[in-house]
């Protein structure tokens, strides 16, 4: 059974401590939640979580093995949307998540136009992301947890540009990853809907 | 992580920023004039004397080489960087050295072969005899892809900053200096009718060193940078 | 023994035992510059082909000789903090960089002063000075870089990676400068050779050689002792001693 667990986790920015101490145990099937302030280190948090950034104090384990000593083989278990979405406005829907397929641990059970379908992009596989609205480019952002076969998705602030009709998209994708024993690190000053049950709330906010 | 698809992801990249620069092909325009226009510039600095152009036009062609590699650097991780493509190649499957490798090349293939097709039109706005033309491609042919390499690096450590151009310059003029000296004599060289198989041996030797060390080293960096 | 090495480490502990190191040295260096430079500019005899101005040579070839040392130290140093995230040998690292760039410039000085009797120009492109110059700008990179940062913590990994690539590139840079100039300016000896080996001119040579080490090292550990309670300034410690003085 996968797990990532955390160990005592420290960040400082600018010299100011913004967390220190944290732990926690996350499973499949369960939602990791970030509550707090603005600035108070949430997204510093999920980069720490994806391995981009070193955390000042404790270790981070991924079935039991530090995740810097595995690299890349702990990045094939995880999956990213960030604040920027991570698509080029000069390639297709369909080139973006071709790309998208290639640097990740390949989702051979959904292809391009599943994953395209399922976030309602169905016609605009040939349409350069340029001429995508803000929404529709956020969304097919969120189209890349799709095609690759991340266990552990972490995601800030995943609910930008949507509306409410997108919103509601996005949260049964979700839903349907955690059902199927996938995980979620997520931030979001928008309610997320989930079985209460699963979540582990952290609060950042000193 | 296996052989095939770290494979795949090499090419795949490679396409990528292939195609991307197609898209935006007038740009690729600028590096070009830029080269043209700074060898422009010595004859109009320094006067038409035919033969003393002649005996420095290795050196003026190359330093102009160099100065357009710089000018063209910052794009190799310039869209990445702003529209959040460069954190996904920290997190992704593959090694990111690699990733790297790839995205060098392309830029290469973008702003360091077109030079060598107009290098014999400088060639011959300078006067340089038709054997040191070919000479003059040769060690373009070897001596950019360390550019676009060496480069790389500096860019990785100056992506995050506001304006890393300037210091840009600063880091990776000194790290140039070893190609230029080989290449523009090379040029002289064999403008002279000797052997030059011993600067072809440096450059190439520059190279190898460039092509195996410089990918880790640009991934630290970028980790650094992004982290 | 290995506990005083682990202390070292500590910032805290480093800033106490260097600054009791501190006077001693400052102490021993200027001693020995000092008779150093008497054996050097009084004792050691006329060389016959250069008649005095030889003597320069005495700070020129150490300077020289730092210059390089300093930069293998602060690469060294940048390598083991990104290594072992060691917080002192990052500083040691960045500290270190003014210094070198210091004697880098010194050398390139009085290596002019040298060059203006024996050539008549402050400047011809010698293989040696053209590489120290080369050298110089590899500095300022490295200075200018960690100014350019904000986060002193992303700044010092960026450096070390920078110096590690310049050490890489230093003996390329130092070979491709000799091979050019060994093209272009013909059969001409430098003469920044000790003229002679004679052991009258090589022992100052010598005491002026650790003179500089002391030297570097006094500045180094004050340098350090600087940056420490910069990077250290919301740490208990700091704060203790700030009220303290």
């Given at each position: 059974m996968s797990c990532l667990e955390a160990r005592d986790l420290g960040c400082i920015r600018d010299d100011r401590?913004?967390?220190?101490?944290l732990s926690f145990r996350l499973g499949p099937g369960q939602v990791l939640l970030l509550e707090g302030?603005?600035?108070?280190?949430k997204t510093s948090l999920l980069r720490i979580l994806c391995g981009m950034r070193q955390p000042d104090g404790g270790a981070l384990e991924w079935n039991g093995e530090d995740i810097f000593d595995l690299g890349p083989d702990y990045h094939a278990h995880i999956a990213y949307v960030g604040h920027?979405?991570?698509?080029?406005?000069?390639?297709?829907a369909r080139e973006n998540l071709t790309v998208a397929r290639g640097l990740g641990a390949?989702?051979?059970?959904?292809?391009i136009e599943d994953a395209l379908d399922q976030v309602e992009l169905?016609?605009?596989?040939?349409?350069?992301?340029?001429?995508?609205?803000a929404g529709q480019q956020r969304r097919l952002a969120l189209a890349r947890l799709l095609v690759t076969r991340a266990d552990l998705w972490i995601l800030d602030e995943?609910?930008?540009?949507?509306?409410s009709h997108g919103i509601g998209i996005v949260e049964s994708l979700f839903a349907n990853h955690v059902a199927a024993g996938g995980m979620l690190a997520v931030t979001s000053?928008?309610?997320?809907?989930?079985?209460?049950?699963?979540i582990i709330r952290i609060n950042l906010s000193p | 992580m296996n052989t095939p698809s770290l494979y795949r992801a090499f090419s795949l990249l490679l396409w990528r920023d292939l195609l991307l620069a197609y898209r935006r092909?007038?740009?690729?325009?600028n590096p070009l004039l830029f080269f043209v226009l700074v060898t422009a510039l010595f004859p109009l600095g320094i006067g038409a004397n035919p033969e003393l152009l002649r005996t420095i036009a290795p050196g003026i062609i190359w330093v102009a080489a160099l100065l357009a590699a710089i000018l063209s650097l910052d794009s190799v991780f310039r869209s990445d960087f702003d529209d959040g493509s460069l954190e996904q190649f920290l997190i992704s499957a593959q090694p990111l050295s690699v990733l790297v490798l790839a995205k060098v090349i392309a830029h290469w293939l973008i702003t360091g072969l077109p030079l060598l097709i107009v290098a014999p039109l400088l060639g011959l706005l300078l006067d340089l005899p038709g054997p040191s033309i070919v000479t003059l491609m040769l060690t373009l042919l070897l001596g950019t892809p360390v550019l676009s390499m060496i480069g790389a690096i500096g860019v990785a450590l100056t992506v995050?900053?506001?304006?890393g151009g300037v210091i840009l310059s600063l880091l990776v003029l000194p790290l140039y200096i070893p190609v230029l000296i080989f290449a523009a004599n090379a040029v002289e060289t064999s403008g002279a009718g000797l052997p030059i198989t011993a600067h072809l041996s440096l450059l190439s030797a520059l190279l190898v060193l460039s092509v195996s060390l410089t990918p880790l080293a640009t991934a630290a960096a970028l980790k650094i940078s992004l982290g | 023994m290995l506990r005083f090495f682990h202390q070292l480490g500590s910032p805290k502990h480093f800033y106490r035992i260097a600054g009791r190191w501190i006077p001693w040295l400052a102490v021993l260096c200027v001693l020995l510059m000092l008779y150093g430079l008497y054996q050097g500019m009084v004792v050691a005899p006329t060389d016959?082909?250069?008649?005095?101005?030889?003597?320069?040579m005495f700070i020129h070839v150490p300077s020289a000789w730092m210059s390089l040392f300093v930069y293998m130290v602060m690469a060294g140093a940048g390598a083991v903090g990104l290594i072992w995230h060691m917080k002192l040998a990052e500083v040691i690292a960045i500290s270190s960089a003014p210094i070198g760039a210091s004697f880098t410039f010194l050398a390139l000085i009085t290596g002019a002063i040298w060059g203006k009797p024996m050539w008549?120009?402050?400047?011809?492109?010698d293989a040696r000075l053209t590489a120290e110059l080369i050298l110089l700008f590899l500095y300022l990179g490295v200075m200018a870089l960690y100014s350019a940062i904000e986060d002193k913590r992303t700044a010092a990994r960026a450096i070390a990676i920078l110096a590690i690539v310049g050490v890489v590139n230093i003996p390329i840079i130092h070979y491709s400068v000799e091979w050019w100039n060994t093209l272009h300016q013909g059969?001409?000896?430098?003469?920044?050779?000790?003229?002679?080996?004679?052991l009258r001119m090589l022992i100052p040579l010598l005491i002026m050689a650790v003179a500089f080490k002391l030297f570097y090292l006094l500045v180094v550990l004050m340098r350090a002792r600087v940056e420490v309670l910069e990077r250290e300034r919301n740490a208990q410690w700091v704060n203790e001693l700030v009220n303290k003085s």
């Open positions: 401590s913004l967390f220190e101490g302030r603005n600035g108070s280190g920027r979405d991570g698509v080029k406005h000069d390639l297709t390949p989702n051979t059970a959904v292809d169905w016609g605009f596989d040939d349409v350069p992301a340029r001429n995508l609205s995943p609910f930008t540009s949507l509306d000053h928008h309610c997320v809907s989930l079985n209460d049950n699963d | 092909r007038t740009e690729m325009i995050g900053l506001r304006r | 016959y082909q250069q008649g005095d101005s030889y003597r320069i008549g120009a402050w400047w011809v492109w059969p001409t000896v430098t003469k920044f050779d000790a003229p002679s080996i004679d």
